[in-house]
């Protein structure tokens, strides 16, 4: 499965931005799929993550309630709604798919390009 995520941009601080994550190949119902990002000299950390069968979900403490991740199974996609944007989610955005309920990166075998987000203050 190869993952082609996009919509990144420049966008001020108390913004939105929709990102998407696009597969290509078959996803198994038993698949996580998840975002992660990772700004300039930080590690890549987790944002969110569900289940491609199911509507579970799961958001670090610094996106609960500004993001949600969705997926549209029909068009093998899935979503990352970013609202009430601020300066500090400013970073790289990766889609990841895995087997694992886990916010470890590690735990993810296949990842999309990435794609960047710029919030301005």
């Known amino acids: 499965v190869q993952l082609q995520a996009s919509g990144g941009g420049l966008v001020q601080a108390g913004g939105s931005l929709r990102l998407s994550c696009a597969a290509s190949g078959r996803i198994y119902s038993s698949a996580v799929m998840a975002w992660f990002r990772q700004a300039p000299g930080k590690e890549r950390e987790f944002v969110a993550l569900t289940r491609w069968s199911r509507t579970s979900t799961r958001y670090a403490s610094s996106v609960e309630g500004r993001f949600t991740i969705s997926r549209d199974t029909a068009r093998n996609t899935v979503y990352l709604q970013m609202n009430s944007l601020k300066p500090e989610d400013t970073a790289v955005y990766y889609c990841?798919?895995?087997?694992?309920?886990?916010?470890?990166?590690?735990?993810?075998?296949?990842w999309g390009q990435g794609t960047q987000v710029t919030v301005s203050s």
């Open positions: 990841a798919r895995g087997i694992q309920w886990s916010e470890q990166p590690s735990e993810y075998n296949s």
